[in-house]
C-alpha cells in the first residue's frame, strides 16, 4: 500500500463492506446456537479468559479482518512500535511504554539507545524514595511521618493512577500495604477540587506529588501553586523542599520552584500522557500509597501482555481480536459507541480511563500521512460497574441504540461476603448479572414468547426485546496488581491495533490544543479586565456577553492572597 493510499482502498476492506449484507441476514441468537463458532470464539491467556462469540460476526469475518490487519500490515507496525521506530510521525518520536514494564534484562531501543537501563534507574530510585518515605526516614518539615500524598496532574497524569489506586484500595495485599495512608489526585483546576483534596490533610504529614512533563502545563501548575502556599503559610517556605517532589523533565524549573532537583523523578517524550501510568507518574504515587513490591506487580501483569501482545499469533492475540472487532463494529456494522461494563466496584474508574486511552487516542480525521479519511474512527467510549449501570443506561443498549458492550467479571472477589440463609452470596449475585445481561442483548425476546407468557397485547411491543446485540466478555481470575495490569495493557493495545488498521497516528493529540490555544486569549482578558478595568474586546459577540457577564456578576470575589481558601 503506498503511503497516501487508504486503508479503505484496499480489497480487504471492500470485501468486509460487502460482507455486512451477509451478516444483516444473521440474527445472534440463531449464530449462538453454532457451538464449533462459539467454542472457537473462546480465547484464553495468562488466567484470563475472552469471550467474543456474541460479536455480529462469522468465521468468515474474522478471516476477512485478518485480511484486512494483514493490508493494514499490523503485524509490521507492532514490530516498529516495539523496535523503537518513530511510529509517531507528527511529533517525530518513538511509543515506548512498553518499556515501562520490560524486565531489567530487556533490550528495547530508541533512537539506537536501549532506553531499559534508563527506565529501572527511575523505578529504582522510585522504590528507594517510596520506601524512606514509608518507613519514617524521610520526614516533613516539622519531624513528622508523611501519610498523606496529593498527587498534581490531569489527563494522563492522573487518569491512569486514578483507575490504578481505585482498584487496589480493596485488594487485600494491596489495603494491608496502604494501612493509615492516603492519596488523593488534584486535577481540576477547580478551586472546588483544591478544597476537596485539602480537606482533613494537615501540611505537616503531607507530601505533594507534581506531575508535568516540562513544568509548564497550566492547570497543573496553578494547582502546584495553590499547594505550595498551602504548605508554606503554615510551615514557611523552607518547607517545600520537604514536601513536595516532581515528576518532570525540566529541572530548571522545578528548582525554580523550590523542588530539589534530586526530588525530581524522571520520564521521557516517548511516553504519551495517556500511556504514562507505568512510569513515575503513576508508579511513584501507588509505590507511596502501596509500596514498590505492589506496584511492580502490577508492572508484570501489563509486561505479561506486552509479550502476547508481541508474540501470539494474530488468531490467538487477544488485543489484535478485540481491535479488529472493534474496527468491524466501527467502521462497518456503524456503531459509533463501546460501553465498558465492569462487574467490580474496584474497575469504576476505568471507563474513565480508557475514554482518554481510546478517545484521544483514535479521534482523528485525518490518516497518519493527512489524507482526510472517508471513514468513522474510535468510538465514543462511556461506561459504569454492573449492576449500577442496570440501573441507569441499560435501557438504551437494550431497546434503544445499539451499543457494543464489555462486560469485565472477577472469578474472586477482593471483598467477599457470606450471609447465612441467603441463596447466594453478595458476589454470585453480582456475577449472575454478567452472565446474564450478555445473553440478553444477543437473543432479545419475541413478540411470540411474550404471548406465550399472556402478556397483555397492549404491553407485547414495549417488552420485546430485538436482541442482535453484540457484546464480549472478559473473565479475570481475580483482581490483583497483577490483573490489574493486564487489563490496562489489553486496552492499550486494542486501542493501537485500531489505529494501525485505520491508518491513523494513535499516539498525538492536536485536537487539544485549540482549545488550550484560545483560554490564553481569555485568561489575558480577564487580568485585563480585573486588574486594568479594560473592556472586553476582540470576542465574537456571544462570547464577549458571556465574559461581560461573568466579570460583572464576580466583581465582588477576593483576589487578594490572604484570602486564599479561607473555608478550609
Known sequence: MASSALISDTESWKDLRAHVEEINKTHLRDLMNNTNRCQSMMLEFDGILIDYSRQRATLDTLNKLFSLAEAARVKEKIIRMFNGEHINSTENRSVLHVALRAPRDAVINSDGKNVVPEVWHVLDKIRDFSERVRSGAWVGATGKTLKDVVAVGIGGSFLGPLFVHTALQTEAEASKCARGRQLRFLANVDPIDVARNITGLNPETTLVVVVSKTFTTAETMLNARTMREWISSALGPQAVAKHMVAVSTNLKLVEQFGIDP?????????????????????????????????????????????????????????????GLLSVWNVSFLGYPARAILPYSQALEKLAPHIQQVSMESNGKGVSIDGVPLPYQTGEIDFGEPGTNGQHSFYQLIHQGRVIPCDFIGVVKSQQPIYLKDEVVNNHDELMSNFFAQPDALAYGKTPEQLQKENIPEHLVSHKTFSGNRPSLSILLPSLNAYNIGQLLAIYEHRVAVQGF???????????????????????????????KGESVEGFNFSTKTLITRYLEASADVPSDPSTLLPNI
Do not use: M
Open 262 to 322: 534530586n526530588n525530581a523523578f524522571a520520564f521521557w517524550d516517548w511516553v504519551g500522557g495517556r500511556y504514562s501510568v507505568c512510569s513515575a507518574v503513576g508508579v511513584l504515587p501507588l509505590s507511596l500509597q502501596y509500596g514498590f513490591s505492589i506496584v511492580e506487580k502490577f508492572l508484570k501483569g501489563a509486561s505479561s501482555v506486552d509479550q502476547h501482545f508481541l508474540s501470539a499469533p494474530f488468531e490467538k492475540n487477544i488485543p489484535v481480536l478485540l
Open 501 to 531: 488498521v485505520w491508518c491513523i497516528n494513535s499516539f498525538d493529540q492536536w485536537g487539544v490544543e485549540l482549545g488550550k490555544s484560545l483560554a490564553t486569549q481569555v485568561r489575558k482578558q480577564l487580568h485585563a479586565s480585573r486588574k
